[in-house]
């Protein structure tokens, strides 16, 4: 193997935690349910430089089909849950995947091997592409890294469809809240 300077890492989906939360919109807010999803099947590779962060790049591909209410529903709003959210607006059977690649990766040490890292990518949801930028807080050891972090999106600039369930009784907002604790391991 050609040593090109960086280390190499890849996510341990197991060992990582990726959540979706989705908002209730309108009146019904109030007492509404906003639904919590765990994405359990994703991987993906980060490569940078040690000590420095220089040359760092980004990869993660997500399986729709993995996503999870993490929330407490009875079975018949778990399947109505599920058939809007894979069915109606992510179109799964469609559109199996989302990925996100980085195109610039910068990052401020903020102590010995922990950065404060900004990372501007293209996602890839629901056939359309869009730039979205991560901040993240990444801890460095010699075998594994730690990120985490939240960013935000709007459904309709993927073209998905705002969900409304139970007869359109609920319906939620346009944005959703991502947040991550991913842990990478070391491969060379």
Known sequence: MVDDGLAHFSIDARASLFTVQAFAAGMIAVIAHSPKF???????EMDFE???MQRATVH????????????????????????VMFDEV?????????????SRVTATK?????FRVNVNGNLT?????????LESQVVTGEDSLRAQGSFSL???????KIASIAGGSLKLRDELKF??????????
């Open 38 to 44: 765990a994405i359990r099947d994703f991987d993906g």
């Open 50 to 52: 040690r000590g420095s």
């Open 60 to 83: 993660v591909a997500i399986r729709l089909g993995s996503l999870e209410i993490m929330d407490e529903v009875s079975n018949p709003e778990r399947r109505e849950i599920n058939r």
């Open 90 to 102: 992510l179109e799964k059977a469609i559109y199996p995947t989302v990925e996100y690649n980085s």
């Open 110 to 114: 903020t102590v010995e091997n922990v």
């Open 125 to 133: 949801l629901h056939g359309i592409t869009r730039g979205v930028s």
């Open 154 to 160: 709007m459904q309709s600039e993927f073209g998905l």
């Open 179 to 188: 947040s991550y604790f991913v842990l990478g391991r070391r491969h060379d």
